[in-house]
């Protein structure tokens, strides 16, 4: 079975103001009933692909062995490299799902981390081309990236089992914390006012 894209999750993906699927995230088609938008795919992609680099670019003493939940199991728990399974994921799937010139051009430009310039140099592109294909392998992997079974790429937080971040600020971890039971009797009210 493959990922409903007809979804809401979609909508809340598409780029505001996409002149092909103005906003909504899909597109219909004559053939098929409801087809993601190119905007909500690159989306995709961009998102993992943002965590694949978060995730190479710390360092590697940093990654954090945690005690996770076995899906499907009660009460079970291994022990797991998670930002490190990620990145072999990201790797391996990709490269799974494109064809080899369409790799050349993901391993060059999103894994060594080469430039339009030098891309198009040691590939024999021109820049139009180029980011064509590039459109093409973000639109082809972030589709690849939401349909994967068992466990899709994305949404992240659900691959991470709920814990896609744990590096946050103090600011934040002050607002992640449930402030204080009001005492009994008294009602809970939003604070609408400053108290000094
Ligand atoms: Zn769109």
Redesign the pocket.
Known sequence: MTFDWSSSEVVGL??EG?T??L?M?L?STARVEAMP????LRRIFRTCYGKFRYCASREKHLGKVCLETLAGSDGNFCWGMKDEEYMADFCLVSKRSLETDEYRIFRLHFLLGADWRLCCKLLKFDRGSFFHQVYRIEQKLGRVYRELRPHALFPLDEYFGGKVRTDFSEYYEKVRRMPPLPERGSPLRAPLKKVA
């Open positions: 598409a780029k996409c092909h699927c906003g995230g597109r938008c190119s905007c909500v």
